[in-house]
Each structure stands twice: as C-alpha cells, then as structure tokens.
C-alpha cells in the first residue's frame, strides 16, 4: 500500500515538474523594456498573453487610446526555446506587424529567466524583459 502511495506520488510530482515552464507562463506579460547593445528602450504599451498553447499579442496606442492585437499560438521547445506564431486573425498579420518588431509572422526566443513575476526573452542581439499583469 505505502508503495503504491509512493509510485502515485512520484508520477504526479513528475508530471507537475514537466510542465512548470508552461505553467509559469500561462498570463498576461506587460514588456517593460528592450536592451540592444547596452541602449535601454522603456516600454510599458506591449503585452504577451499565453493561455496553454494559444498567444495574443497586444499593443496599446495611447494616440487613439486603444489596443491592436493578432492571435497565434505558441510552442516551448525543452524548458528555454519559445515560439511563436500569429494568424490572420482578427485581421492580416500584414497590417499588425508595423506595430511590432517582428518581421515575419513566425518568432523564436529564447527563455533566459521565468518566474512567477518576471519573464526575460531574448531574441536577435535584444533582450526583452517582462513582469507579470
């Protein structure tokens, strides 16, 4: 009985441990700011969304007082490459990517640090560092 009560136990702990990237990840991140080269640009109008594999990218124009976003999905590839992807929805990618830094549809990052209030991405020479919303 005791060893069936432990083999239970160490699946679960198993299970709860191969997932704990993903599971910190779930939420909304607000970008703070992006490091190139030693510049540091602020930045407090750009969220990533992650629920499970799904993705929304949001940017908030303070212009028109407002928020664009694009959907997607995201994939972890081990515990330290991210990608992601977006769709053509609510509209083309064509008229969101200006928006962004991205120039394509598709992104890879890697993941330098993730806790539960702070993401750290890194992609091209740029560092991009998050707190949790």
Partial sequence: MVRNILIVFCVILFASCSKDTESKLFGKWQLQKIETGGDVEN????????????????????AID??????????????????????????????????????????TYTIDKLESKQLILSREGKTYSFRKF
Avoid at 45 to 61: A, G, K, P, R, W
Avoid at 81 to 86: I, R
């Fill in 66 to 107: 407002s928020f664009r976003h694009q959907y997607g999905y995201n994939t972890l590839e081990g515990e330290k490459t991210l990608l992601l992807e977006l769709e053509n929805n609510p509209g083309p990618i064509s008229k969101f990517l200006p928006y962004t830094d991205w120039n394509s549809s598709k992104q």
């Fill in 43 to 62: 930045v407090d109008t750009v969220y990533f969304n992650f629920e499970h594999s799904l993705f929304m990218y949001q940017v908030y124009l303070p």
